[in-house]
């Protein structure tokens, strides 16, 4: 099974797949062969870290439902390993959107000579302003 998570494996029974019929265009094709695949991914039984599961229970995403599970359609392709593969990756993004720690800002100040330069040329500016007012005699 592919690394999910840099770190994590996860093994083959956590993710159920089934091979159903593919939706829209394709002729016959689409009546007769079972080319998408729904992915299953149970986001309570499986071996990611705790705070990995809890990230991806917090995340508003339509593909997680309120039991945990995480389902994915993949029918873009015309054969069921395309499709598998894509929906591996599409499980993978969303691991990663969950995993994916903003940095903390740190609270700067700006320079002494920076502020100069800002009044400077706030000053200069107001100035280029007085000078296009009318002159009073």
Do not use: C
Request: hydrophobic letters at 35%; zero cysteines; aromatic letters at 2%.
């Amino acid at each position: 099974m592919p690394e999910l998570v840099p770190g994590y494996t996860l093994e083959e029974q956590e993710i159920s797949w089934h091979a159903i019929r593919a939706q829209g265009s394709g002729g016959q094709n689409v009546n007769k062969v079972s080319s998408a695949i729904h992915l299953r991914f149970d986001i309570n039984r499986s071996s990611l870290p705790q705070e990995l599961k809890e990230a991806l229970l917090a995340m508003n995403d339509a593909r997680i439902n309120k039991d945990g599970v995480i389902i994915i359609k993949a029918q873009q392709f015309r054969t069921q390993e395309q499709n598998r593969e894509d929906a591996l990756v599409r499980l993978r993004a969303l691991i990663d959107q969950a995993n994916h720690r903003p940095k903390t800002r740190r609270a700067t100040r700006p320079t002494k000579a920076s502020q100069l330069r800002r009044v400077n040329s706030k000053k200069k500016q107001g100035e280029r302003k007085a000078l296009r007012r009318k002159v009073d005699l």
